[in-house]
């Protein structure tokens, strides 16, 4: 099992920075992939960024260059490290953990923290 629990939200004006924090914990050496997924009003859950040992790192196209993630392996966090805010970045951001094992992905979600960017 693995838990993982968001912190860093908040309420920052356009063009502003926020970092978020996902701390992780449990089974930690058996993720394969964390992230940073994020769910507005009325819309679904899309992936943010991403980030694996083999894969290295991914992020969505409305976020490149503006947002960054790393991993403190020493902490067993994930960071994500966002720039030049926008309206459009608010949303509840969720952290997640994927295990992959006997042909079967897991999931881990947080509980969420809001990002709210006033223009």
């Known amino acids: 099992q693995v838990q993982v629990a968001e912190s860093g939200g908040g309420l920052v004006q356009a063009g502003g920075s926020l970092r978020l924090s996902c701390a992780a914990s449990g089974s930690t050496d058996s993720i394969n992939v964390m992230g940073w997924y994020r769910q507005a009003p009325g819309k679904q859950r899309d992936m943010v960024a991403t980030?694996?040992?083999?894969?290295?790192?991914a992020y969505a196209d409305s976020v490149k260059g503006r947002f960054t993630i790393s991993i403190d392996h020493a902490k067993n966090t994930v960071n994500l490290q966002m720039i030049s805010l926008k309206p459009e970045d608010t949303a509840v951001y969720y952290c997640?953990?994927?295990?992959?094992?006997?042909?079967?992905?897991?999931?881990?979600w947080g509980q969420g923290t809001q990002v709210t960017v006033s223009s």
């Open positions: 997640n953990a994927k295990h992959y094992a006997a042909g079967t992905w897991y999931e881990y």
């Open positions: 980030i694996s040992s083999t894969d290295g790192t």
